[in-house]
Structures are given as structure tokens and as C-alpha cells.
């Protein structure tokens, strides 16, 4: 049967028991599909008939037949063939996966749909999260399309605009914590464990990286059920990165695919706690106390999926790599100028990360390469005004226009 289990000890528990963390050695959970069983199922099932989207995937999902979804139609984003971006950084084969499609603009919508339609199945009528932004954004929209109750706490100050203009207008109650978003991750654990009603959100809930698995899932559908070679994502919390391959590896066991990609996981240098255990292959990791980079979406210590994330990159013969702020702003420029793409910071670490790699000789340029971009441009516009061209005030009048556009002015001889 599909159950819940603690990556550590293997304890199991069943999938309508509310638990984060397991009873007997405190370690994290993950759902553990029952293959047999679903590939019984697969056999009488439509699901190759319905649209790309994360609901396409219903029958890998553990959630009761007789649910209804809280579903604002996520997944089914665009697989982008970057042909000219690749040629910039010397690849034949590369592709953008550009999460920013989906409804809230960001790949947290996928775990959100499969979390929300899983705490109303519960019965929950409030649920909560800590968040850097995006999290927070999708959640208040999931649960506004539930009708429940959603708090969200931020780092004071700290989280870019659009995200918390999305979580404040969806009537989420916003708590600005006056500390980094570790400490409101900490805070919201506490409560989710004092306060048995609320129903917690984050990534460390298993439900939600079940959504996200259906990331993986759909790079093999567009890639006509291949794998790449390598998928470079970002790297915060440590959630997706787990999600994207344990994706993998049940279309692989399924038979789906033949092969398994390298994961290849991005942060920024001021809070790169998992690059760093990966770089000493150490089996644990040092929190960094204060996090700091431009990408505010991964501005994390202490990310609480990193030993899933560690086993991901091991189990793949994958890696992990640290980026700059500028190489971070720079990816995301070129990504807007040669693809037209427009990503947020954080999303343009995978691309920063790529051409690192392929500079330093770890990726070779026959590689098929996905990079995951995971939330749109518009969730952080001050970033995208600062180092762009600012517009230029001119008269309203023609020639102010055309000498500002430096064109010579025709001059129409009368007849
Ligand atoms: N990219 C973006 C745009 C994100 O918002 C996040 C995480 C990540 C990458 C990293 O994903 O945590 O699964 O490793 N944002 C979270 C939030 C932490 O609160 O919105 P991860």
C-alpha cells in the first residue's frame, strides 16, 4: 500500500495521518507509491489521454478516488529548446523548463494543488507556511480557491514585491518576522505542532513534493520519454530538487524511461549549505547563520530537505555548484535577451550554473541539458529595473523622438 515513510528509519505511516516528522528518530518523511498497484491501475486508466498538467499524473498521486482537487490547472509548462542560448555557452542540446507558466508564477503551484486538495481532505481549515515568497504566493491562492484559512510567515523586509503583493491579495495573513526565513521556518513548525488545526505547508510536508515530482515526470513526457542527461535546478530549501527526482526514478522503475539524469543543484555563494557538504562529500551540513544573496527566493541556511536533496546528487552521480550574485543577474539577462524568457533571480542561478560548469569542463558539450527556471520575472520587477537601461524621457514631439532613436530625419520635398 502507498504509505508515508522516514527516509532514516524507515518507519511507515499511513497517508491520512497528520505527521511531518517521524515518531521515532525525527527525521523526514516521503510518500513511498505502491508499484504493483499502480501499475494495475495504470493499465485501466486514461491518464495518457488528458493534457500535460500535474492532475494527468492523478493516478501517482496519494490522494482518494472520491476527492475533489483544488486545482487552478497547473503543470503542462513549456519544455523551451534554447538553440541560441546553447550557442552562447557552447551546448547542442539545451533546454529551459520554464516554471514561471504556471497559474501563481511559480513551481510551487504544483505541490500546492496536490497539499491544499490533501489538508481539505483531511478536513483542515487553516493551513500555514514560512516563506521567501513564493510559497507563501501560491499558498494563499490554493487557499482561496479552498475557502480555508492561510497564514504565512517572511523574513521582515526581505521578500520581493510581487510574491507578497500575490499573498496579501489573496486575504492571506501575513506575518512579517523580524529574523531570516529559517527562524520563521522554526516558528511554523512549532506551531503546526502545538496547534493540531493548522495544517503545515512547507516542503518538508511529503504531499506537496508529490506535486512536484510531476515536474520530472513531464520533462520525460516532452523529451518523448527520455530523460536528459543532466537537469540543473536551483537549490533553496532543498524541496524541488528531491521532488524532480523522485519523479524520475518512479518513471524509471515504471519502465517509462531507460536512463536517470544527473541532478545538478545551484546556490548562491552567501547560503550554500548543500554545495558546500556535496564539495567536502560530507553527510552533513553546516547551516550558514546568515544567509545572504540578490536571489531572495533561495536566501536560505538551514535547508530542512538537504539530506534528500544530498541523497538526490549522490544517487545520480550528479553535483552542486555556487554562483555569484552577478553571474546570477547576468544569467537572467541574457535568458530575457536572447530567449525571451523573463525569470526571477533565483531561477537564473540553473543558467548561471550551466555556464559555469560548462566553462570549467564538468558538463561536456554533448550533453542534453534541462535547466529548471522556477518562477517568473515579474514576482521581482525592482531587481529587473535596477541593472536594466533606464527609459529615456523625450518631448512629446517628433523630432525629440527620432534623434533620441538617433535616426536621420527624412525631409519630404513639397511637389
Ligand atoms: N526558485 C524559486 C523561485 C523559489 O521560490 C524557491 C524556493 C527555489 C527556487 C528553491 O526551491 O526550496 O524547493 O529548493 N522558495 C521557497 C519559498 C523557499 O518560500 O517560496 P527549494
Redesign the pocket.
Known sequence: MTHQECINCKTTYGIDEIIYFCKKCGDILEIKLDFKELSETLKGSDWLSKPLSVWRYRDFMPIHEATKVVTLNEGGTGLHRSERLGAELGLKNLYVKNEGENPTG???DRGMTVGVTKAVELGARHVI?????????SLAAYAARAGIKCTVLIPSGKIAYG?LSQAMIHGAKVLQVKGN?DQALEFVLKLAEKHKDIYLLN?INPFRIEG?KSLGYEICEQLNNQAPDRIII????????S?VWKGMTEFHTLGFIKTLPKMTGIQAVGSAPIVQAIKTNSDKIIPVEHPETVAT??R?GA?V?WKK?VNAIHESNGTAETVTDEEILDAQKILARIEGIFV?P??ASSIAGLKKLVKNGVISKDERVVCIT??HGL?DPDTAVKMSEKPVEVEAEMKAIEDALGLKRQVILAR
Request: with cysteine; aromatic share 6%; proline share 5%.
Open positions: 511559480s513551481f510551487k507556511c514560512a516563506s521567501t515568497g513564493n510559497t507563501s504566493a510574491k526565513f516542503s512536484q536551483p537549490v533553496g530549501n532543498a524541496g524541488n530538487i521532488a527566493a533561495i536560505i535547508p530537505s536533496a526571477e533565483a531561477s522556477t518562477g514576482k
